[in-house]
């Protein structure tokens, strides 16, 4: 892994990966809302508006992935120091943040329909709504490290602490009563027909490839921007 | 009682924004991207 740890190694890797994933996930993005908008039956319960799965899921879960690769990169860099790890965490602020809003914003507008209200404070809506403020927490904090000189040591225990509510999140609709219904996929186990089943996959996919290329776009910006203000501060330091 | 709302108007909606957000994020990341790599390029060749 520490072999990844040399710039000119990962801009290597990530000059071909990101428009690959990129183009890739934005294909089978296309695909699998395709198929849920037009050729997924509707559903005996929620009728048509069932089709917001096909957004709503692969959005939770990268709303919940994006914060758990902030976590995992900022233990990296903690432990390890490993230099591309920051920057990873930090790349993946920004993808997750969106993700979780369209979760939110698309969570709400299929409440309407099926529960008779846009939003209810319990435990899944509410510990989503403060993953939603801890990424813009983590956002503010790391991009004033990043400007003012102070420890990129910061935003990881943010980002390491922050974490504490991705369990919370996973486990709200069975510690406490919810209008949301249980998880309907678990390990190994599912309670979703095939039918909605391959499509829901084929989105995940396709969102985890775009969220995958959005994060090696935003390192590789990072990154230059890192070497753009290391070679001029050499430039004014050699020219003092 | 449940009520008779248009189902379409809110699959439509959810589709709109999701597709929209996540659109507007590749352009932005890659065009932020491009950018930079540019602004670093162009101060090496200095």
Request: one cysteine or more; charged letters at 15%.
């Amino acid at each position: 892994m520490h072999g990844f740890a040399n710039p000119k190694r990962f801009l290597a890797l990530a000059s071909w990966l990101t428009p690959l994933l990129l183009v890739s996930g934005l294909l089978l993005t296309a695909i699998a809302l395709v198929w849920g908008l037009f050729y997924v039956p509707p559903d005996r319960l929620m009728g048509e508006t069932v089709r917001i799965l096909f957004i709503h899921v692969p959005a939770a879960w990268l709303g919940m992935g994006g914060w758990t690769a902030i976590a995992i990169s900022s233990l990296v860099f903690l432990v390890w120091k490993h230099p591309l790890a920051g920057l990873a965490a930090r790349a993946a602020a920004v993808p997750g943040l969106v993700f979780t809003a369209i979760c939110l914003v698309t969570g709400s507008i299929w409440g309407r329909p099926t529960w008779g209200t846009w939003w209810v404070w319990d435990g899944r809506l509410t510990s989503m709504l403060v993953l939603l403020f801890l990424y813009f927490g983590y956002i503010a904090l790391s991009q004033a490290v990043a400007r003012e000189g102070g420890s990129s040591r910061i935003p990881a225990i943010f980002g390491l602490v922050g974490a504490i509510n991705i369990p919370i999140i996973n486990r709200s609709v069975v510690w406490w009563n919810s209008l949301h219904q249980p998880p309907s996929i678990t390990m190994g186990n599912s309670s979703i027909d095939t039918e909605f089943l391959v499509p829901l996959a084929v989105s995940v996919i396709g969102f985890s490839l775009l969220f995958g290329g959005v994060v090696l776009a935003r390192m590789r910006a990072l990154l230059a921007e890192i070497q753009t203000e290391a070679r001029l501060r050499r430039k004014a330091d050699g020219g003092a | 009682m449940r009520e008779n709302l248009p189902q379409w108007d809110f699959v439509i909606a959810s589709y709109v924004i999701g597709i929209a957000a996540i659109v507007a994020l590749v352009i932005w990341s890659w065009q932020a991207m491009r950018r930079a790599e540019k602004r670093r390029d162009d101060v090496r060749r200095k």
